[in-house]
């Protein structure tokens, strides 16, 4: 991105995966920052924009996985973080809520 700008992704000849990747240098950080919030907004968030990013990997890939099915090597690492991000989105969105839920208690001032 840094160096290619908004056609960083120009392999993928769909522009609406173009723009989805190009969108993430913003939605990756958010959900950085929401979870790192504890909201549970965060959650949902990072569990979204990875469905959405394996799919798109998936799809922009999947004419050199069928030509030559070694590339699917490079969707492993990216398909294995992506089903643990997934997994782990319900268990993660019960511990957020249930911080929200607890009353804070006060400190008593000395």
């Known amino acids: 991105m840094a160096r290619a700008g908004i056609h960083a992704h120009a392999m993928f000849p769909q522009v609406s995966s173009q723009v989805f990747f190009v969108s993430l240098v913003v939605l990756d950080p ?4 929401l979870v790192g919030l504890a909201r549970r907004e965060g959650t949902w968030l990072a569990g979204a924009v990875m469905v959405l990013d394996m799919s798109g990997n998936w ?5 050199w996985i069928h030509d030559d099915p070694s590339q699917l090597m490079r969707l492993v690492p990216l398909t294995i973080f992506g089903v643990f991000v997934v997994a782990s989105v319900l268990p993660l969105h019960r511990a957020v809520a249930g911080m929200a839920d607890k009353p804070e208690t006060a400190v008593p001032s000395a």
């Open 30 to 33: 958010l959900v950085i920052v």
């Open 59 to 63: 799809w922009g890939n999947w004419h």
